[in-house]
């Protein structure tokens, strides 16, 4: 057999992580001397690059890397033990479930710590199925985002995305929110509802419709889910978005926000009642996590909740919100580049005239080192972590004014 020659494999030195990013990840073509920006540190919002830039940080809707105390904590337990099995008893988990049902309302008091605020809202729908296991419908509003797994996004989506799926996606148009409450019935497993979401303010769905919902899932045996994935806690100016919705659900899903920035984690925190139905009394590895819960993440969780009460996180974001809303009155336009400027607490979202206008200003923010998350549909949310200084606060209002100001000049020379 005759030996074959083969091309010497291509060398990345590992110390240029652009060339091994360029070429492990990235195929599609980058523009020629577009630099690529290598994280060099952060610190609240600011994230700063290798070649000296400074970035802004709307985008990530996290915790925010620097708070000392979260930050000693977290180092604190890694020093001690960062993971460790869920048979033995750890008391930093301990502590992490005590802290949750004090911070969390009502009879919400169960918590299930794993890896991602996805895993948690999956989790959820695992209890549901346990509790109906005939039911086939999940319920939402289309277009929202209810996480990266199947079932999310099936249910983001409106359609089934797997055959054989344990649950079906039964959703309303995010135009008619409140239709949500006509189509829970006998066949629903369970609702899925965030408080608010981008294109969706807090209060489009008043507080009698939320009790409505609540008594409607109570009737029909259906589980409540509230998604705080994205609003808690303290995003929108509260601890907990629940807060607002004169209600309690059965299951209240927490994300990566707990997790400061530095640890994976999400929560699902039910009531005893939901979690009886399908675990009481029951060995707890019939639903595992194979990292989650670990004494690292169950630290950070504890102490980004007492930097949430102690530092009142909370009244940060509603200064967020005042400052945002008054940006909106000074650039209220009807002929403007943008339809619709809403705020609850650092949820900021822009309603822009068409997905075309959506797109480019999330491009004019980026021009300006204002990192947003790709624009769905005609709506560019913003973000900023929960510790962003107010001086970075500024800055990003600021520019997102000057972004829109370039939109409404670009409309203008047409």
Avoid at 107 to 119: A, Q, T
Avoid at 188 to 208: E, F, H, N, T, Y
Avoid at 230 to 249: I, N, W
Wanted: glycine share 10%.
């Amino acid at each position: 057999m005759r030996a074959v020659d083969l091309p010497a494999p291509e060398v990345t030195d590992p110390a240029d992580p652009v060339a091994v990013v360029h070429r492990h990840l990235i195929h599609d073509g980058v523009s020629a001397g577009r630099r690529t920006p290598v994280v060099h540190r952060r610190h609240g919002a600011r994230i700063e690059t290798r070649d000296g830039r400074v970035l802004l940080d709307a985008a990530s809707g996290g915790f925010g890397g620097s708070h000392a105390r979260v930050r000693a904590a977290i180092a604190d337990q890694a020093r001690r033990v960062a993971l460790s099995s869920r048979i033995l008893v750890s008391r930093p988990l301990a502590g992490a479930v005590a802290a949750l049902a004090e911070f969390c309302p009502g009879p919400l008091s169960v918590s299930y710590l794993c890896n991602s605020g996805d895993e948690a809202l999956d989790s959820a729908l695992k209890l549901a199925k346990g509790t109906h296991p005939r039911r086939p419908y999940v319920l939402g509003i289309r277009g929202e985002d209810f996480g990266t797994l199947s079932h999310g996004q099936a249910l983001g989506q409106g359609r089934a995305l797997l055959p054989g799926a344990p649950f079906l996606p039964r959703t309303v148009s995010a135009e008619a929110p409140e239709e949500l409450l006509e189509q829970v019935d006998e066949s629903v497993s369970a609702v899925v509802i965030a408080p608010a979401a981008p294109g969706r303010p807090l209060g489009r769905l008043p507080l009698d419709w939320w009790v409505a919902l609540r008594e409607r899932c109570h009737r029909t045996d259906t589980l409540l889910v509230l998604d705080e994935r994205h609003t808690g806690p303290a995003r929108l100016g509260r601890d907990l978005g629940v807060g607002a919705l004169g209600m309690f659900p059965d299951a209240l899903i927490l994300g990566d926000t707990l997790g400061a920035d530095a640890v994976p984690v999400g929560v699902a925190v039910l009531t005893p009642a939901a979690y009886r139905r399908v675990y009481g009394g029951r060995n707890p590895s019939l639903h595992g996590s194979t990292f989650g819960a670990n004494p690292l993440s169950a630290a950070a969780v504890s102490a980004v909740l007492d930097a949430v009460v102690g530092d009142d996180l909370a009244a940060r974001q509603r200064d967020f919100e005042h400052a945002a809303l008054r940006l909106r009155d000074e650039l209220a336009d009807p002929a403007g580049a943008f339809g619709e400027l809403h705020a609850d607490g650092s949820l900021l979202w822009v309603r822009a005239r068409g997905a075309a206008a959506a797109r480019r200003l999330a491009g004019e923010l980026a021009d300006r080192g204002v990192l947003v998350r790709d624009p769905v549909a005609d709506v560019v949310t913003l973000t900023p972590p929960l510790t962003a200084e107010r001086e970075d606060i500024d800055q990003i209002l600021q520019r997102l004014a000057e972004s829109l100001k370039a939109l409404d000049a670009e409309e203008a020379g047409r």
